[in-house]
């Protein structure tokens, strides 16, 4: 799997920023290590703030297994899935296991974790690290900030903001999103939440106050007695004095929000420098109204802000790319969109001063290029392409000159379709630090991946395709070396091959099939006809064509699809993945639908 979630997957690929949770075999007691009974999934005292969990796991057919005495429904190689509701806090479950040398009992607990906090109803108390910010915060005159803390329910609250007082109010009700990858067990709804002593207040921030920092204080009085918590400090900045942000990662990812759960723009090289207009929760926010993380840049007072006037412009072809190049006189931010037969390049921080732009009147992709002043600071450029989506892009800085490649189709061999192509294939996982998720009998996601991976190397070569690896043995390699394959080798095509598995709360016993995933519009094409194909070809259920924001199909030189080929955690699923037919049948299909769609696209 390549997502990040609650419980026994590996997401580190994105995620919708997720962070990365492996499932791992549950340390074993004697009995368990018998061949009686195996339990993968969940670990021992496992903690989780889902309704419910399942259990993976796996014991010979010639046994009957309960579990709380309920019979265990299980695959024809004995292994099995079942899902229980969760109370709060501790769940205590009972595995009974019968077979012909005696019966064995097991004991799992498992500890459903409250999202509501608890508060002393008796005494003034606010829970300091309910204290919202909790990070500086710069803003504008004139903006607007919030306060929030938890703290004794029907207290009064006040905000102390400079030698102002600020009634808090008690908001009990609120509604909540769950996680993003809820969309995967169907409940991506938002729900209510009721939290008692939670209380919240706003202020705008006055214009006497420019240039200073502020200590803001949280105070709470329940019968006679009053506490305090500081939250962190608001600096109300001067427009008149420039900060500057310096980009020092390559890349520096800007987004369009103050966390990594924000949408992402186009990342920025290094020395990309833009103005600080505000920050919160340690991310800076730029003159363009995009965010990056105060570690990934510099800051400096400077005497004007970051601009550049465009002057001469030049499209020209170089190989299988159309190259845009825009001479500034310093890196700023920029990004780039894709909408159906069009690129959008903008520009922060330019003004146009475009007397020449030459062009090449024999490109075979780029059918005209138009250029605009959107606003006071933003410069946009929109290359109209003679296709609804190129094959790939690319935009970096040479220097000071900013270069936008957009790729063309190859030319392909109608009879041989995949003869000379470059295609990349990314077997997900690997190594000890990254089994991926793990079948009922512990047999890792990592395997499964190699296998069908290598399978697939061989089709494809036999197709006369030059194929690039990320992994070629079981060994660990790191999320960014897997998407800098595309950068550094650009292949034509990008493949991650992986296998699923859910949050605590999906239904392992009756979830199984097929997903593909995509993040860039030029890359959907490939994942629909990939989906399509395998479906066609392997029978299995539609588990859903999802964009999602994974680290290995970020890339944009190519399109580039992740592959979810099935669920190592359902028994019977699992079962059919890890037979070597399957696996050659499930090459061979992949192979067909790259054919199918660099004929229909080249």
């Known amino acids: ?275 600080i207009t505000g920050r919160e929760n340690d991310w800076l926010r730029t003159a363009g109204d995009r965010w990056i993380a105060n570690k990934e840049i510099e800051i400096e007072a400077v005497p004007e802000p970051p601009h550049s006037v465009i002057g001469s412009t ?34 922060d921080h330019a003004s146009l001063q475009t007397d020449f732009f030459k062009l090449d009147a024999t490109d075979p992709l780029v059918e005209s290029v138009t250029w605009s002043q959107v606003n006071g600071d933003r410069v946009r450029y929109v290359l109209q392409l003679n296709r609804e989506f190129p094959w790939g892009y690319d935009a970096d800085y040479e220097g000071t000159t900013l270069r936008l490649r957009v790729r063309r189709a190859p030319q392909v061999n109608s009879a041989r379709p995949l003869q000379g192509l470059k295609i990349g294939i990314d077997p997900g996982h690997g190594g000890a630090p990254d089994s991926g998720s793990r079948g009922p009998n512990g047999f890792p996601e990592k395997d499964v991946n190699l296998a069908v991976s290598q399978r697939l190397t061989s089709l494809l070569r036999q197709e006369g395709a030059t194929v690039m690896l990320t992994r070629t043995t079981d060994t660990f390699v790191p999320l960014k070396p897997r998407a800098e394959l595309q950068s550094d080798r650009e292949p034509h095509l990008f493949l991650s091959i992986h296998y699923n598995a859910l949050p605590d709360d999906g239904d392992a016993e009756n979830t199984r099939g097929i997903a593909t995933f995509w993040y860039y519009p030029h890359s959907r094409p490939l994942a629909q006809a990939l989906h399509g194909q395998l479906l066609n070809d392997l029978g299995q259920p539609d588990y859903g064509h999802y964009f999602s924001s994974l680290a290995v199909i970020r890339a944009t030189t190519a399109p580039s699809v992740l592959l979810e080929l099935g669920f190592m955690i359902n028994p019977e699923e699992f079962e059919l993945i890890t037979t070597p037919g399957h696996q050659e049948k499930t090459a061979r299909a992949i192979v067909t639908a790259l054919r199918e769609y660099v004929l229909a696209h080249a």
């Not at 906090?117 to 900030?145: C, F, H, M, N, Y």
């Open 314 to 347: 030049t499209l020209q072809q170089q190989g299988e790319w159309s190259v845009l190049r825009i001479p500034l006189l310093q890196r700023l931010p920029f990004n780039v969109m894709e909408e159906p037969g069009q690129l959008i390049l903008e520009i």
């Open 1 to 275: 799997m390549a997502r990040s979630r609650f419980s026994p997957v590996s997401w580190g690929l994105g995620v919708l920023a997720f962070s990365s949770m492996v499932i791992v075999s549950a340390s074993l007691n004697a009995a368990e290590e018998s061949s009686n009974l195996q339990i993968v999934y969940p670990p021992e005292n496992h903690q989780t703030p889902s309704s419910s969990i399942f259990f993976i796991g796996t014991t010979p057919q010639s046994n009957s297994v309960t579990v709380n005495g309920q019979p265990v429904h299980r695959s024809p190689a004995g292994h099995f899935a079942p899902s229980f509701p969760l109370r709060f806090g501790s769940n205590h479950f009972l595995f009974t296991v019968s077979s012909p040398t005696g019966t064995e009992r097991i004991k799992r607990v498992v500890t459903r974790l409250s999202t509501t906090r608890t508060v002393p109803s008796d005494r003034a108390t606010i829970l300091a690290d309910s204290v919202q910010p909790r990070a500086e915060v710069w803003k504008q005159p004139g903006e607007v900030t919030c306060f929030e803390a938890i703290g004794t329910p029907n207290a009064t609250a006040n905000l102390r903001f400079s030698r102002s007082t600020i009634p808090l109010t008690e908001r009990t009700e609120a509604n909540a999103l769950p996680p993003a990858n809820a969309i995967l067990t169907g409940a991506p709804d938002a729900q209510p939440q009721s939290q008692r002593g939670r209380y919240r207040g706003c202020i705008r921030l006055p214009a006497s106050l420019i240039g200073q920092d502020i200590q803001p204080e949280i105070e709470l009085t329940y019968g006679n007695a009053t506490v305090r918590e500081t939250t962190a400090p608001i600096r109300i900045l001067n427009p008149a004095k420039v900060l500057v942000a310096s980009a020092t990662e390559d890349p520096t990812v800007a987004r369009n929000g103050p966390s990594t759960s924000y949408i992402r723009y186009s990342p920025w090289p290094k020395g990309v420098m833009a103005q």
